[in-house]
């Protein structure tokens, strides 16, 4: 573990090293990587430099144990040894959950496609407030978020809504939103009382960069039509509505949020570029996990994940049979109260296969 400390310490040097050369500065792609190699690197370190202080301190704490014959010095030395030797393991297991394999999508801007599902009126209006959910999520985590297309729903909320949320780690957090919400309450249009259950589905996919996929103009068919819903007076009177197929796979992405046809086409091909990511990175993960089916990891969006119980403020995470009686916190923007346990559990897994694999 030390000497993974020291090969850090020492990659740290040679990426700032090349990232003070002139000619990476001019790379922007490999500008980009390294930048987020170097985060990476430094994040590791601030815990390994701290476990390398504690473990070098129980050596050093031994050594004068066994050395000294001062007696008030031997019982400072035995304090210390007692402190490092309580504060290792729980640095150790830091150390090696981040020196765990990443997921190279973790740092990148996530697409959030949201849908109603069973339910009717009342799943739209669940649909946004999983949308609100999450808007409130990126306002708390300094991320920037942006709607990429929407069909609102008469009732309120949405029968679908798109968007782009970039920051930090976006995709690392907002994978294990993807799946099956579900929602039980009493309507405001029930004039009974009872309880309705309804179910909106979340996609989250790693929003790609134009270095990760590449789509050529010969692979697209683009159609244009006028929008239609809200959206002014002038949203039905141009064709600035764009339908975008990706020939070789039959993938189709449209969009009519703008007024302008060509940003209207530069979202679809966000939104569409992001989608042949996802399937790309899919398939690696099949190729290189098949048996592995943990909803934590795989992010499969068939199940239901979620419960949101509104009569008793109950919020149940069925993947880790986590329940918290806080949905008016976590319903408006608290998710880390969910996510982190979810890291945390996915963490345990991931290292417990390591642990596995070595041993066998």
């Not at 976006?170 to 004039?191: L, N």
């Not at 940003?263 to 990511?277: E, H, Q």
């Not at 880790?320 to 996510?339: H, P, S």
Request: charged share 30%.
């Amino acid at each position: 573990m030390l000497e993974i400390v020291a090969k850090l310490e020492s990659r740290l040097t040679e990426i700032d090293t090349l990232l003070a050369d002139p000619a990476t500065m001019a790379d922007q792609a490999t500008l980009i990587a390294l930048n987020r190699e170097r985060r990476q690197v430094e994040e590791k370190l601030a815990v390994g430099r701290v476990y390398r202080t504690h473990a070098v301190g129980i050596t050093e704490a031994k050594e004068l144990i066994a050395s000294e014959t001062d007696s008030e010095m031997v019982e400072m030395a035995r304090e210390e040894l007692r402190g490092h030797e309580e504060a290792l393991p729980d640095i150790e297991r830091e150390f090696k959950f981040l020196l765990l394999p990443r997921d190279p999508a973790d740092d990148k801007a996530a697409m959030v496609e949201i849908r109603a599902g069973t339910g009717g009126d009342e799943a739209a209006i669940f649909a946004g407030d999983i949308y609100r959910m999450y808007e409130r999520y990126a306002e708390q985590q300094g991320w920037k978020i942006d709607i990429v297309s929407s069909s609102p729903s008469e009732s309120g909320g949405f029968k679908e809504i798109i968007c782009s949320i970039s920051g930090d780690n976006v995709f690392g957090r907002m994978k294990y939103e993807g799946g099956v919400h579900r929602v039980q309450r009493v309507p405001a249009t029930e004039t009974q009382g009872r309880i309705h259950t309804s179910a909106v589905s979340v996609a989250i996919l790693p929003e790609a960069e134009e270095v990760d996929i590449q789509i050529h103009e010969n692979d697209l068919k683009v159609d244009v039509y006028r929008s239609s819903g809200p959206g002014g007076q002038s949203v039905n009177t141009t064709d600035s509505a764009v339908r975008m197929t990706h020939i070789p796979t039959g993938l189709v992405v449209t969009c009519q949020d703008e007024k302008s046809q060509i940003k209207n086409k530069a979202k679809a091909l966000k939104v569409l570029r992001s989608r042949l990511y996802e399937r790309e990175l899919a398939e690696q993960r099949a190729k290189i996990d098949a048996e592995r089916r943990d909803m934590v990891s795989t992010g499969d969006r068939s199940a239901k994940i979620r419960t949101y119980n509104y009569p008793q403020q109950r919020v149940t995470d069925h993947r880790i049979n986590l329940t918290l009686y806080k949905l008016d916190e976590v319903i408006n923007g608290d998710l880390d109260a969910v996510i982190e346990p979810l890291i945390q559990h996915d963490r345990e897994s991931l290292l417990a296969e390591q642990s596995s694999t070595v041993a066998t």
